[in-house]
């Protein structure tokens, strides 16, 4: 599982296995983005692109959480509900008057600090991570509630600059800070994956836990550490969505979980763990809002069918890895 | 101790009690909780409630627990049951007379049809194609609800069918006939799983289905079997939720019901990792939640916030069912050395579900 290529020979002309399902993503991204500018004049504006980034800023940061659990063995059903809690949190306590910055601080926290008591549950209970992380997706749920029925409006003024604020170039194109955070997490994520020893881990661990641990690699600390980031990424994730909504509604982000999955499996990353890449999850989410932004521009297609062009693309992707033969339990 | 030990050891007494403490605290908070009435010739009260409503997640935690079983997990049901009621109602709606009952049969028929196809491309996608359980039965979770809403046309079908709404609200020896459909229903896996070889081989393919299929049983088509059943179950399950209210709306109709069945399963006893089920601790665990369910409505606690409720006791009987959990208890407790943690199934249940 080394990114390392084992092949020898020309290295363009062969394609290490493990490449191919995050090259057939891209394929699709392209092909996908083709059909939009050849049937929409309106699709080759740059700022179709970059409003898929500003929709989908959020749901990218997620992701590469989830990507890392995912490269575990484990998932993540949490999620959903985290970024909801973390969005209705800052929500509650900027009504509330707290500075913004310390509100920050404390939604930033209330993730990561779930997930490490979720991978605690995992690693020394042993209970299966759907269970726990699911019963972690309920608290999270019921904490929302908990706070209030209805949707909390937020007007701090840090909150409504950086949802406001547009970073873009003398045309008119821009993109809001969400994309550049949601830029640098993923750019972070792709270093610790591949350059660092916890990363390494990661992989280890999820090709195959027992060998990882005979070979003195701490398992336990890794796996709590996966389900913490993952916690961190929903909480920066929701931070993102309350700049995007700039609201905390109890019932924001229900099901995300597998808009989430989907786009780490279409991005290649292979749910029994071990194989995958961050770059392959963010193709995709590019390419679950590609599907959004087709299906908008269309106009006579229904909302459902996002769903079940999602749930064709899983199929596909599936298969896929499923011919070139990367390892299924 | 040594008469109450065996009893502790039970792999029914922790639901059985955890249901007994929620009974117990509801007729404190609300004495008037177990009271049952004669209404016109019907039995009314929350007891019979709890029953009724929790016929559906009966229905679907069966076939659940059979997939289970076999070391897989079928997230599809709730989109399942959206599908078959939706059908269902589809074609009652357009029919001329909707209180004839052969016209309902016709519907019932062709929902289950359809639902029975989805079972075996679930069926098919794990057993034939190889494909993990929980991303193979996902791809239909995801798309089924869209499908649902390409049936109803993203509109709630309403339709105003006597006989169709017998089967979530009518009434059949003072009692529901929801209860007696899953009373049914269990019986019948009962009796095919536990009277048969059927349910020895099941728990077998799920504890290693090479070596089963190496043995003589032929693992793929058991493993194909229990999806299909899965899907059945999860079909009748929305004929219910949707003559419940006499609409089908393909967006609500059995949402998070898996997760709800999963649950229940996992509470009954029966192991994520496969090779063993018990049929009686899923119908056991089904009653826990929906009982929760009830008490949270009935103390006034918005649904939403129930969940937290849901929460604490799925960590709850999680952790008490839980080997390691209990090795460390008993080991503070008694100040003895653990006994020794179940090493083989160790490794199956790192796999994810």
Redesign the interface.
Known sequence: MSTTSLTTGPSWAKVPRRHVPVLATLALLLVMYGIGVSQYRAFSNVQVVFNVFIDNGFLLVVAVGMTFVILT???DLSVGSVVAMTAMVSAWLLQSGLPALLVLVVALLIGPTLGFLMGC?IH?????????T??????A??????IS?ASIPITDGFWTTMSQYRIGDPRGNFVSVSVLVAFAVVLVAAYVLAYTRLGRNVYAIGGN??SALLMGLPVGRTRIAVYTISGLCSAIGGILLSFYTLSGA??IGVGME?DV??AV?IGGTV???GSGYVFGTVLGVLVLGVIQTLITFDGSL???????V???L??AF??LQ?LIGIR?? | MNRIKPLLGHRLFWPVAVLAVMLVANTIYRPGFLSIEVNNGHLYGTPIDILRLSAPLILVALGMTLVISTGG?DLSVGSICAISGAVACLYISKAPDQNSFGMVLTALAMALGVALVLGAWNGV?VSV????P???T??????????A??ITE?QIITINSGPYRAIGLGHFLTLPLAIFIALGAALLVAAFTRRTALGMIIESVGGNREASRLAGIRSGRVVFLVYVVSAACAAIAGFMMTANVSSAD?NAAGLWVE?DA??AV?IGGTS??GGRFYLSGTILGALIIQTLTTTVYAMNI?P?????????V??AV??VQ????RARFSRRRRGTPPPPAPSPQ??K?????
Do not use: H
């Open positions: 063995g484990g998932i549950a020394f209970f042993d209970i299966q991570p759907f269970i726990v699911l019963a972690g997706m309920f608290f749920r019921g904490m929302c509630t908990f029925n836990p027992q109890p019932l597998l999955i989907a499996v749910l029994t763990g229904n909302s459902w069918w996002t769903k079940i999602i749930g064709g899983l199929f599936i298969l499923r299924y339990k | 997990i996608l194609i190889g494909i993990q929980i991303i193979a996902l791809i239909l979770m995801v798309a089924g609800r869209g499908l809403q390409l993203g393909g997760l999963i649950l996992v994520l990792a918005s939403q916030t129930a969940l937290l409720f849901k929460a604490v799925v960590i999680c952790l839980a080997p390691a959990f160790r490794q249940e790192e796999v994810p579900a």
